[in-house]
């Protein structure tokens, strides 16, 4: 079996890579005997700030509504002895990573555990946004959650703006209602760094789109200070910029080779995030990669191929070592979600962006390389391509469209309630 699952693993993504080298030659300028054509679709006309501004609107309710629903668990699963507390209540939301970025906005060192720094594999945009948001709300958790509040809402309406410039109104209406529904979408809304990636790869993505270069490399460094992940958004802005400029087909053009060395210098910035992050490192502990020895230290990960995820998740499933309320928790969703992204992006491939389809096979690679996978979902939740694919099939099958919104709203609950009780849900 596990040859099966990593051979169809491999398989799957040199498909996808195939294909995406296919569509940059041809998006490029290269003259090729066979190409691989977008499906064509009428863009949207571009959002007014009218609806930009009920975006955001809706989308601070629906965050709004999620802490309601938060305040009922919390009520209903109070101990009859014990009397309503908005401490406690507050803190149903101190779950896990929280309490590390509550801990670096008071600074990395603010925290020793065995002599060392433990938090500092955590990268500091969230944490330092905390920070600032702290001297308005001295409490640390309402202070995070109206941050990620805001910073998820922002996001909706960036998302919302990003898909018309290639898709219709309601194919970008489903991609914010699926993006905000996703069952694991309520960490945008947690005391965690998802809200503040998710706005800036969206921001990132929107303005290279508009080949608006100098935004995208100042959107892309920040995303790139909130995960390490972020860096990776190089891949498909310089895709999108080198198929803008028909660079490939135009190599003797010398007015092609500056404009595409000007607006690509821009991207420079990505890199240059994570020199800042080693800086950070070195100033701490001496050693700009300190982090390393951090991570596989107090957090118990390394990396491992992308293909051997696949049966990581299996053995876990099968092999009966762990307790069903783990396996329901986290590794079934994840191996579901995994599978599923497979599935997705092969059947995407061909019919989007190349942009999109390099954003999501490299987030779905790198996401994959965590010799432990707890957090799979959570990471996956903020792959928008992954939205964008699955609305534009959603506006065509009125039945996917019903039964993703409705088995996704259901699981939100349930995924949601465990978290707040402290299941296994990272």
Known sequence: MHFLLQGLSIVSMLAVIV????????????????????????AAEPPKAKTSAQIFGYAMLFRIFVLAV????????????????????LDNWLK????????????????VEQGEYPTIVFFPLYPYLLKVVRFLIPNPLAAGLALSAVLS????????????????????????????????????????????FLLTTVMALYYARKNQ?????????????????????????????????????????????IKTIKEGAWLLLLPLAILVYLYINYNIAGDPFYFLEMEEKFW??????????????????????????????????????????????????????????VWFTVCLIVNSTMSWPLSFCRYMSTVVPLYMILADECEKHEKLRLGL??????????YFTGYLLS????
């Open 19 to 42: 294909i995406v080298m296919w569509r940059v030659l041809a998006g490029s300028g290269v003259s090729l005997t066979k190409k691989l054509p977008e499906v064509s679709r009428i």
């Open 70 to 89: 938060s305040f009922i668990i919390y009520c209903l699963f109070l101990d009859q002895d014990n009397r309503f507390q908005w401490g406690e209540m």
């Open 96 to 111: 896990w990573d929280a309490n590390n970025y509550i801990r670096i906005s008071e600074g990395y060192t603010s925290y």
């Open 153 to 196: 809402s922002f996001a909706c309406v960036y998302l919302y703006k990003l898909v018309c410039l290639d898709y219709s109104r309601t194919t970008a209406k489903i991609t914010v209602l699926l993006m905000s529904l996703f069952p694991f979408s309520f960490f945008n809304s947690a005391v965690m760094s998802e809200s503040a």
């Open 213 to 257: 270069w100098w935004q995208a490399g100042v959107c892309g460094f920040f995303a790139t200070l909130s995960r390490s992940l972020g860096v990776f958004l190089v891949f498909p802005l310089f895709v999108h910029l080198i198929e803008e400029n028909k660079f490939l087909g135009n190599l003797k053009d010398k007015k092609v080779w």
């Open 300 to 357: 118990s990960q390394v990396s491992q191929p992308f293909f051997k995820t696949v049966t990581t998740f299996w053995d876990v499933l099968t092999q009966g070592h762990y307790a069903t309320m783990l396996l329901v928790a986290s590794f079934l969703p994840g191996f579901v979600l995994l599978i599923s992204s497979y599935a997705i992006l092969l059947w995407g491939a061909t019919r989007h962006k190349t942009m999109y389809v």
């Open 405 to 414: 919104l409705m088995s996704w709203s259901i699981l939100f609950g349930v």
């Open 423 to 426: 299941r296994q849900i990272m």
